[in-house]
């Protein structure tokens, strides 16, 4: 617009303004389109800083147990620097930018007012026309300028564009997962038919079918199914344990079952069903999780033991008595009512209030009202003291009953109890069996109880009899 009125002035001035601002400001603008690189290394070496920072103070006990707090500060600053240093070059593009910005400007001028002048003298251009183009000329250049700076602000969000999408694309979006975020609230929890089928499954078997699997960091080296694919099954209503080395595949096994990853190869189903048929919700709901390491949330007892119910309404007013009894079957009621405000009292960040002994517990209490037919206990009982694992052992066999269950524990208390015991190495199946049956085998279970127990002769007191597996 600004050029139609200067055309409609003087041609000549238009085209000679007109000519010298765009040819510069375009050459700023395409400087500055080629320089969002910089731009994803500052948003890289940003989100490298954050992470370090959190991490460090997330686990700020152990760094105070190493006396890490020298070395946690050198990374850390490490990562300044990194910041520091893609922070300078995105001051001198932008430096470079606004120079090239400020010579359009001031190249525009000498040739408003030296080619106006000139045109003036000669007597080609009337002395109102030129002094109302500075206005004009003053107008062409900030929206030239204001395009220049708005492409630098695109390379910012392009650079944070790109980091997301590395994020996103890095595997495939689960569609049964984004059906259950906010966006689609009519999705947001399964349908009554889905959690009758998820219910029913009480009972049913687990199968691992020819399953093979790497992580995605490592895709060239299979965890499991190394040598040949995975076959495993865990039947329905009773207890399956797995024992074996370190890295031989146990964790991943109750990583695949929880969903959290999928097969490369094979599937995993439950009752005949691939569980990539279930929904994101429905699955949450056949699948209860007990780890070594409780994960709990800041907020109340109660709230963290109705983790994930997405009931409301007039269905949400039994829920404090439905939290009672999962607790009572865990074991927990007696030292929760002993808490100035009992299931409402506060645990902390990560239930840094309370012991582990406690923590396991209401981790246990959260799987029994959230009522799984499926069970996956890993090592759940590993960390605590011998009067703690009492009472989560005697709520564990409680929360076992009827439920199809997997397993992973070194006590061989635990292990010989199961109704199936399988072995793993490398990955793959060795053995399976129950606890006398494999003893009496003399293979690889018979070999692991036997180091473990003449480990035990040297460290245990007399009288005790536990005993670990690997």
């Not at 003298?121 to 220049?148: E, K, W, Y």
């Not at 009992?342 to 959260?366: D, F, N, P």
């Amino acid at each position: 617009m600004v050029l139609a009125v200067l055309l409609s002035q003087s041609v000549t001035l238009a085209l000679f303004l007109g000519g010298t601002v765009i040819s510069v400001s375009t050459v700023a603008a395409l400087y500055s389109a080629s320089t969002w690189p910089v731009y994803a290394a500052d948003s890289a070496a940003g989100a490298l800083s954050g992470g370090i920072g959190v991490e460090t103070l997330a686990n700020i006990r152990t760094v105070r147990s190493f006396a890490g707090e020298r070395q946690a500060m050198g990374v850390f600053r490490w990562a300044l620097q990194q910041m520091q240093d893609t922070g300078n070059a995105i001051g001198v593009t932008k430096a470079n930018t606004e120079g090239i910005n400020r010579l359009a400007i001031y190249v525009a001028l000498l040739a408003l007012y030296g080619g106006g002048g000139w045109l003036v003298a000669r007597g080609s251009l009337p002395v109102v026309i030129l002094l109302s183009s500075i206005g004009f000329a003053f107008s062409l250049v900030f929206c030239t300028q204001g395009v220049v700076n708005s492409i630098m602000d695109l390379n910012v969000a392009k650079a944070a564009m790109h980091r997301i999408n590395e994020l996103l694309t890095a595997l495939p979006v689960d569609a049964t997962v984004a059906a259950a975020l906010p966006a689609a609230a009519t999705a947001a929890a399964p349908t009554g038919e889905e959690t009758a089928r998820a219910r029913a499954a009480r009972g049913a078997d687990v199968r691992l079918s020819d399953v093979t699997f790497a992580y995605p960091v490592r895709p060239d080296a299979p965890v499991l199914g190394g040598s040949a694919p995975l076959e495993l099954t865990l039947e329905g209503g009773k207890v399956t344990a797995l024992v074996g080395g370190s890295g031989s595949g146990k964790s991943t096994i109750a990583a695949l079952i929880s969903r959290f990853y999928t097969p490369a190869l094979g599937c995993v189903s439950l009752d005949g069903h691939d569980i990539r048929e279930f929904s994101h919700c429905e699955w949450a709901d056949a699948v209860g999780l007990v780890s070594q390491e409780p994960v709990l949330f800041s907020g109340t007892i109660a709230d963290n033991i109705a983790y994930g119910d997405r009931s409301d309404g007039d269905a949400a007013t039994d829920r404090q008595a439905s939290v009672e009894q999962a607790a009572i079957a865990a074991n927990a009621h007696s030292f929760v009512c002993q808490l100035p405000n009992g299931y409402q009292s506060e645990i902390g960040e990560r239930g840094v209030l309370l012991s582990g002994g406690q923590k396991q517990r209401l981790a246990i209490a959260r799987a029994v009202y959230k009522d799984s037919p499926v069970l996956i206990l890993d090592e759940a009982t590993s960390a605590l003291d011998s009067v703690s694992e009492a009472l989560v052992q005697q709520a564990l066999d409680r929360l076992m009953q009827r439920r199809t269950t997997l397993v992973i524990a070194h006590r061989l208390s635990t292990v010989q109890r199961a109704d199936r015991i399988v072995v793993l190495d490398a990955g793959n199946v060795v053995e399976t069996g129950t606890h006398d049956e494999l003893l009496m085998a003399g293979g690889a279970y018979s070999r692991l109880v036997d180091a473990q127990r003449l480990a035990a002769q040297s460290t245990v007191s007399p009288g005790e009899n536990t005993v670990d597996l690997v």
